[in-house]
């Protein structure tokens, strides 16, 4: 008779085992699930992405906008400085050569004690003439001494100035540096993405972007615009003969540019001299905090940051360089967080 015997239970060890093991498998596998590797970004997530790498680059763009316009600060600066130094070297050694010469006169007529040579001389009344002037010669070296001393100082202060500015422009370099190195970066893995997408992905995109673009614009055509006036109308005016010009970071004119580039050229053809960047231009003129009194060829700034700004074209849209791979055209206002407008 067969015996039965009951089945022995696992150990409580190779139960934790088993179970860990278990839950190891099951994570793994959610993990390679959300993973996907190998998956392909659908269209809409190439367009965000590549959406937010344009914001960045252009955030990017203004910071080495920045940079840049400080650099070529400082080198008109450190240029001055220095050619000031060199005349001041030049007066310098003319106030040491003028004091020699006295020092010279001085000693070919005063070589021997002044009482030896009252008894010595032949005619005293000529000798009292002649001590008179060696006194005057010595009030002259006094005021030539002081004078050096002043040009020495002088020299000092400005060789110690060109050298802060030769440091700092050293640093603005290097940050010049990091910011374009940070701004193609964006602008390759942007290119990397769409480069992902097939011919009619891309296409699709592109006519997506154009359609966001030009919603509205329907309401304003060069015709229709109101026109600005002054300084204004004129800057305005400029930039309309841009449109359709490429977006290029870092450049003002006058065939490509970027988004402060454009303003900044504008205005500079209406004789008005605006800073270089976003961030700077916001702080110029009077600034206007209601979209309603903005008129025509008013600057207008969007992001919490300033990052980006405008020429208000009226009707509610903006004529700006928008970003890279785009060009110089209308938009509706309301694509970006408007911020604020600045009259010039």
Known sequence: MASHRRPKRPSR???TVLTTAAAAAVA??????NAAPGAKPSKDEVKSKVDQLYEQAEQATEKYNGAKEKQEKLQKEISTIQDNVARGQQDLNKLRDSLGSLAAGQYRSGGIDASLQLFLSADPDDYLDRAATLDQISGQQADALRKIQDKQRELAQERA?????????A???TELGGKKR?????????RQLLNSLTAQEKAAITAADQTRATRGTDRVTIGKITPGTGRAGAAFAAAQSKIGSPYDYGHAGPSTFDCSGLTSWAYGQAGVFIPRTSEAQANYGQRINSQSQLQVGDLVFFYGDLHHVGLYA???????????????RYESMGNMPYQFGVRV
């Open 314 to 328: 009226g009707n509610g849209m903006v004529l700006h360089a928008p970003h890279s791979g785009a060009v110089v």
């Open 13 to 15: 060890t190779r139960v």
């Open 161 to 169: 100035e060109a050298a802060a500015k030769l440091k700092d422009l």
């Open 28 to 33: 793994i596998s959610a993990q390679a699930a």
């Open 171 to 173: 640093a603005t370099r």
């Open 182 to 190: 940070e701004v193609q970066s964006k602008l390759t893995e942007a």
